[in-house]
T-cell receptor, first 111, second 112 residues
Framework: GQQLNQSPQSMFIQEGEDVSMNCTSS?????WLWYKQEPGEGPVLLIA?????ELTSNGRLTAQFGITRKDSFLNISASIPSDVGIYFC???????????FGKGITLSVRP | SAVISQKPSRDICQRGTSLTIQCQVD?????MFWYRQQPGQSLTLIAT?????????ESGFVIDKFPISRPNLTFSTLTVSNMSPEDSSIYLC?????????FGSGTRLTVV
């Protein structure tokens, strides 16, 4: 089946640093989504990407839909302690198709 | 995006019993889904809740264990039946709306 690969499982950065997360797949996706999950909460949508090559920002977050449609990355600039959480990438192949999730990356930010 | 209210937020249940989780959406949505997130893991789709017809289950999930109701376009329930400790997980309701897919805050289930 379709799989999304996210690694490493955990990342540790210093407050103020930038961090980049990658998500890759062996299959083509038509939509890429990035979610953040905090303890005790459901995932919250950060950025949605709908077109190959698309680059979208949401505050300090920037994400890109890879040209091959098999990858996406998320950048967080000038990290702050509240950026701590699990970041999931997700993809879908069509408007009504189910989401496939990556395993997530746990981000820790040292003050 | 849609606002989802999921109840209960958490529960501790005895093995062999059943728990029904409710998902209420503040607007009518076509697509409604139920996910399971085991401790420290990613999200796994259990089923798509279809309004007016039987849910569509993913491989490894069956209706007898996870019966789902979807009486209208704003509400769905998931029942976890005959629970065992292996069912201890977070169960999440999700809806497809214009912005992507929105998730409820989840139900943290512990089976003892």
């Amino acid at each position: 089946g379709q799989q999304l690969n996210q690694s490493p499982q955990s990342m540790f950065i210093q407050e103020g640093e930038d961090v980049s997360m990658n998500c890759t797949s062996s299959s083509i996706f038509n939509t890429w989504l990035w979610y953040k999950q905090e303890p005790g909460e459901g995932p919250v949508l950060l950025i949605a990407l709908y077109k190959a090559g698309e680059l979208t920002s949401n505050g300090r977050l920037t994400a890109q839909f890879g040209i091959t449609r098999k990858d996406s990355f998320l950048n967080i600039s000038a990290s702050i302690p509240s950026d701590v959480g699990i970041y999931f990438c997700a993809g879908r192949t069509g408007a009504n198709s189910k989401l496939t999730f990556g395993k997530g990356i746990t981000l820790s930010v040292r003050p | 995006s849609a606002v989802i209210s999921q109840k209960p937020s958490r529960d501790i249940c005895q093995r062999g019993t059943s728990l029904t989780i409710q998902c209420q959406v503040d607007s009518q949505v076509t697509m409604m889904f139920w996910y399971r997130q085991q401790p420290g893991q990613s999200l796994t789709l259990i089923a798509t809740a279809n309004q007016g017809s039987e849910a569509t289950y993913e491989s490894g999930f069956v209706i007898d264990k996870f019966p789902i109701s979807r009486p209208n376009l704003t509400f769905s329930t998931l029942t976890v039946s005959n629970m065992s400790p292996e069912d201890s997980s977070i169960y999440l309701c999700s809806v497809g709306d214009g912005a992507g897919y929105t998730f409820g805050s989840g139900t943290r289930l512990t089976v003892v």
